[in-house]
């Protein structure tokens, strides 16, 4: 008989992000940093896709992290090389690591 797991996946990307953030502060935010907040949501996100979605990714970022900010939340960054970035929506304490 195969013991079971207790270990979370490796890969977090599976989960859905379901912040409790208020309709009234999304709806503040520009149409394309919107649709670069919804993909956000459902998992983390290469820059090579989020600049099919906003040619000026990284301000609207800038725009979802201050939208943010009284959550608790933040856009976290992760460097992958090669010009690549991994992008996804965590806590405040986990861009400090």
Known sequence: MLAQSTELPLFDDCFVFN???????????????RAVYDRLRRGAVLNTELSRLAMQYNARIY???????????????????????RYKIGSKTEAGK
Do not use: C, F, H, W
């Open 19 to 33: 912040p409790s953030v208020r309709d009234e502060d999304i709806e503040r935010l520009t149409e394309q940093a």
């Open 63 to 85: 725009e979802i992290r201050e939208m943010l900010k009284p959550y608790g939340l933040t856009v976290n960054r992760e460097s992958l090389g090669d010009g690549i970035n």
